[in-house]
């Protein structure tokens, strides 16, 4: 065996290390943290708004309406956050690099969906529709997890393709239930994925 | 100048392409199924079987066979034997491209 071969297989073998890595660095507390953080918003919302339509949000005062982009505003950047901060000490106890490149994969497999929920949801409010904003961000999350869960084992994926037919299912028959459907994906779905990789991790580490 | 090295100095159970593959992915997991190595490494059920045999007889991995929700649950992982051959296979592989460099170098 020469040099190149010998670096080609080198290669090959950090390629698998890395997008195994990834598998065992599914989120699991921090899912469970995201998806208590959407119930929260979404009990929040409800307070403010009464009503279990987005679309409701139109008729409130200036101050309510800037509330409501705050909580939510808090609930996308506290969820990253403490998720970063969760994965951030998991890498260092594992003793992993701290930049795992199926990790920068996954982003930007998930990169696309976002900018894609972000230019229509601004497009939405502009025309008032805002009730479709919802299952809009939870048919996007789910094509980007799904497409990141590529580089990964199947619980994402299988999370993704929930978020896809819960966004269809809702977009389709339930666009005034926005609440009810964030609170079904973005805050059952992450608790119910979290609870079932905290299981595995568990039941890995008897074996 | 000599580039190559002998082959005895090679572990030829791990330096096979299907079971490298297998031995990469269970030195990062704890442990894993069969459904999802096969999964991972794209192989077929019977490679996959065939590989994990070679690599069980030679004791580089742990194959254990039980049941869930009664079906049949094959999982697999990796021994500190079949480790320490993980690691000597690439500290063979960084010590070849290691000299291959020096020689590049020297030319």
Redesign the interface.
Same mark, same amino acid.
């Given at each position: 065996m020469d040099g190149h071969e010998a670096r080609k297989r080198l290669w090959e073998v950090q390629r698998i290390m890395e997008c195994t890595t990834l598998c065992t660095l599914l989120p699991d507390v921090s899912a469970i943290i995201g998806g208590v953080l959407a119930i929260a918003g979404c009990f929040l919302t409800y307070a403010i708004t009464g009503a279990l339509d987005f679309q409701a949000a139109l008729s409130l005062s200036q101050s309510s309406q800037t509330a409501l982009f705050v909580i939510w505003g808090c609930v996308g950047v506290i969820s990253i956050a403490q998720h970063l901060l969760i994965s951030a000490r998991t890498i260092r106890k594992r003793d992993l690099p701290v930049i795992v490149r199926p990790g920068q994969l996954a982003i930007l497999a998930l990169a696309p969906s976002v900018l894609v929920a972000i230019v229509l949801s601004v497009n939405l409010w502009m025309d008032g529709h805002i009730r479709y904003i919802a299952p809009i961000w939870i048919i996007c999350y789910g094509l980007g997890v799904f497409s990141s869960g590529l580089f990964s084992l199947r619980p994402p994926r299988v999370l993704g393709v929930i978020f896809i037919l819960i966004g269809a299912v809702g977009l389709s028959f339930f666009q005034q239930y926005g609440l009810v459907l964030i609170g079904l994906s973005f805050g059952l779905g992450h608790i119910v994925f979290g609870l079932l990789v905290v299981q595995r991790e568990k039941r890995d580490g008897e074996r | 100048m000599n !580039? $190559? @090295?002998t082959p005895d100095k @090679?572990d030829s159970v791990i330096h096979e392409?299907a079971r %490298?593959?297998i031995v $990469?992915?269970l +030195?990062?997991?704890? *442990?894993m199924s069969f459904k *999802?190595l096969k +999964?991972?490494s794209s192989l077929s059920d019977g490679n996959l079987s065939a590989h994990a045999r070679t690599l069980e007889l030679a004791g580089y991995i742990k194959v254990?066979k039980s049941f869930k929700n009664r079906r049949p649950l094959t999982?697999m !992982?990796l021994t500190r034997k079949g480790r320490a051959a993980f690691n000597h296979y %690439?500290d063979t %592989? &960084?010590h @070849?491209?290691e000299?291959? !460099?020096k $020689? &590049?170098k020297k030319q």
């Open positions: - | !580039r $190559s @090295i @090679i392409p %490298l593959a $990469s992915t +030195a990062v997991a704890p *442990e *999802e +999964a991972s254990n999982t !992982r %690439l %592989l &960084e @070849i491209v000299a291959g !460099r $020689s &590049e």
